[in-house]
């Protein structure tokens, strides 16, 4: 950022601050009285005169250094440990580096009208050619941690505001999920601001995910977070410097100025830094999320479940309920519950089993349970145009309506064309409910697997009953409404829902290794999604969904190597879900989902329990980054492919294709490896590893 001192100073010794600097010098007196005979009466007014002289030139000098100050004030304004200037704001560390810098990109500020309070806590700035109102606090929540309130306010009618950081010398981490996850997040290419909002990056990749914070945190111990008030809009790397843009307007998006509220922008947000990336994202956390406040059903975290979609997907009935079932029980694996997903009814919009698919729905249901499975059903907030609850919906007022409010705003998605529930209507809400507790007295279901809620899925231009300013708000309701049902559910939204005791789902993955939607991309989703308050973490399907076109392998199932990675991953994290299932393959396959699935329920399921447990006291995420517990290691800020479960447990999966062995990081402490290794109280990175096709390296610190 230019801090232009050398051309301000030209420009006010321009003005005539040179002459009357001379004109101090020259009140010393340059006549002195004539020389008198005698030498002791000239000495007194002689010693006077050159006193004199030299107070005048003492005068001028500690002038000069008032006026060079003053000078130096009209360029920056200090703050604590932050520097404000024309065009955006530095902090840094007492007598250290810069930690963040802020760029303001829509317009600059007006030094000279930026004043301090007494007691130099915040600092008001205008700039009366762009009506900007902009305003600093600072405030000091703990010794060890500093936040500055940021607010730029705009007056100009359907204007925008942008602010920019500069990360070229740092890592970030949180956000959003995104299609290619990355951690920490990789800025490619350039990127227009565009709407943060919910969205489905299965179907729309260039967008952010359904599960979102305003919340980033650096490597350099700094942290920020968006005010949900603000009209936010992401973009980056517009400049020649490697910059994520924070951009708020009401003009040409989808957020809505509140009811009443004149159309003026505002972007405020609060940055702290701290000692360390553990303390600061503690403290941020701890402020901006609430805990979860109970655990889902600990089954689902010692247990799989066993999803019927991505073996069966909308070809689902009875008898191949029954058959998956039955081979679960026949390879002797546990289950929290069985899933049955999409298309179990007759129509998009009715809750209920189709009788020609499952004629005897009520026994199949009764027969599961005899056989020791609770089961789930795949709901979601879409009324086709062709199910009967349509034109009911369309009578009730349940539905998400056009701008007239006359007719329902009709979406497109995966399965037609259909309108949208609106959730902040309490009489769609009390209806959905009622269709959910029917299904759960007339067949037992025990929860539901709630898909979709993104605003992708809502229409361009909508009304609600209650109107929504920010359209993420119906993410947050639609999860709202699936809290009931949390203890064996999942919802694939998550939107200000720390609190829900629900797992959130990834988004759809597809059968590939990579970083898009591929396996490469689950650690980084989960690390992302930890950081962001969510501790529940659900994976995708073992081995993805087998999209057409999106498949490493056979178009009926993923390559045999990939499944059995993916398998050994979903091993270590909060649950574990099949699909494809393991006989599929061979018996080396079951024999390797056998060991996994036992070392689950012995080891990793208890562990991570008891985590989920503590996370509803402490608000701590249960997957955690390896600078968790090495926040001054460089080395550990970048590493994508381990994580820790708890502080103690250390995972490191091969993930990639015919490989074994890898690198490992290795935190500083004692270390015992899964084949009893042991690694001793020395930091170190472990080069080509040994790790065969059924292992997973995982370290376990010795207290």
């Known amino acids: ?148 309130n940021i607010k730029w306010r705009t007056e100009v009618l359907d204007s925008a505001v942008e602010h920019c950081m500069y990360w070229a010398d740092g890592y970030w981490y ?71 843009c924070l951009h708020a307007r009401y003009k040409d998006s989808p957020f809505k100025l509140p009811t009443g509220q004149q159309p003026f922008v ?118 086709n145009y062709n199910s009967p609850s349509f034109v009911k919906g369309i009578e009730s007022s349940y539905f998400v309506m056009d701008t007239s409010g006359r007719l329902p705003g009709l979406v497109e998605w995966w399965n037609g064309i259909a309108a949208v529930l609106d959730f902040t209507n309490p009489e769609t809400k009390d209806w959905f409910q009622k269709k959910l507790e029917h299904l759960r007295s007339k067949y037992g279901i025990v929860s ?17 009953q209650k109107p929504l300013s920010d359209p993420s708000i119906y993410s947050k309701l639609y999860a709202e409404v699936a809290s009931s049902h949390c203890k064996l559910g999942e919802v694939r939204v998550g939107y200000r829902t720390q609190m829900l005791p629900c797992f959130v789902r990834m988004i759809d993955r597809d059968s590939v290794w990579g970083y898009e939607l591929g396996l490469k991309s689950v650690i980084p989703t989960a690390l992302t999604m930890s950081i962001l308050g969510y501790p529940f973490i659900l994976p995708d399907m073992i081995g993805g969904n087998v999209y057409p076109n999106k ?53 990793v399921g208890p562990l991570i329990f008891r985590l989920a447990e503590e996370a509803t006291k402490t608000g701590n995420p249960i997957i955690r980054p390896l600078w968790w517990v090495a926040p001054e290691n460089k080395d550990a800020h970048k590493v994508d492919t381990q994580f820790l479960i708890g502080d103690d447990f250390m995972v490191a999966p091969i993930l990639e294709k015919g490989k074994q062995a890898r690198d490992i990081f290795l935190p500083k402490g004692k270390w015992q490896s899964f084949n009893g290794d042991i690694f001793d109280n020395t930091l170190v990175i472990l080069t080509d590893y040994p790790v065969s096709l059924d292992e997973v390296a995982y370290f376990t610190r010795m207290i």
Request: charged share 25%; net charge negative.
């Open 174 to 244: 949180g956000g959003a999920e995104t299609s290619s996850q990355h951690w920490p997040i990789k800025l490619s290419g350039v990127v227009d601001p565009k709407p943060y909002v919910t969205g489905d990056v299965h179907s729309l990749r260039e967008g952010f995910g359904g599960i979102m914070e305003r919340y980033w945190i650096s490597n350099k111990s700094v942290a920020i977070r968006v005010n949900d008030s603000v009209p936010l809009h992401i973009g980056w790397n517009s400049s020649n410097r490697e910059a994520f």
């Open 266 to 383: 505002h972007l405020s947000y609060q940055v702290c830094a701290g000692s360390d990336m553990k303390s600061i994202h503690r403290y941020m956390a701890k402020k901006h999320f609430k805990k979860p406040e109970v655990t889902p059903s600990e089954s689902m975290f010692m247990y799989p479940l066993w999803s019927t979609w991505a073996l069966y997907k909308t070809k689902v009935n009875q008898d191949k309920v029954l058959h998956y079932a039955e081979k679960i029980k026949k390879y002797q694996f546990n289950c929290s519950h069985i899933e049955i997903d999409d298309r179990y009814s007759s129509s998009y919009g009715e809750f209920d089993f189709d009788p020609v698919k499952f004629p005897n729905a009520l026994e199949m249901l009764q027969k599961l349970s005899k056989d020791g499975f609770q089961v789930t059903l795949w709901v979601h907030p879409f009324v």
């Open 551 to 603: 498949t490493d392998g056979f178009d009926e199932i993923p390559d045999r190597e990939l499944y059995i990675r993916w398998l050994e991953l979903s091993a270590f994290l909060p649950a574990m879900q099949f699909s494809i299932p393991p006989w599929q393959y061979d018996a080396d396959v079951l024999k390797i989902a056998s060991k996994f699935t036992q070392l689950r329920e012995r080891v």
């Open 1 to 148: 950022m230019p801090h232009n001192y050398n051309r301000q100073l030209q420009h006010r010794a321009g003005r005539g601050e040179n002459t009357r600097i001379d004109a101090m010098y020259q009140v010393v007196p340059g006549n002195l009285p004539a020389a008198r005979e005698k030498q002791s009466k000239e000495a007194k007014p002689l010693i006077c005169s050159v006193l004199l002289g030299v107070l005048l030139i003492i005068a001028a000098g500690v002038a000069w250094c008032y006026y060079s100050a003053s000078l130096k004030k009209v360029n920056c304004f200090k703050i604590d440990d932050l520097e404000l200037y024309e065009d955006g704001f530095i902090i840094k560390k007492t007598d250290g580096p810069d930690l963040f810098e802020m760029g303001f990109k829509s317009a600059p500020i007006n030094l000279e009208s930026c004043f301090k309070d007494e007691t130099g806590v915040w600092i008001n700035c205008t700039n009366a050619d762009e009506e900007v109102d902009f305003f600093i606090e600072t405030l000091k929540p703990k010794d060890s941690i500093t936040c500055f």
């Open 448 to 464: 539901f697997k709630f898909d979709a809620g993104e605003t992708t899925y809502l229409p361009v231009e909508f009304s609600t």
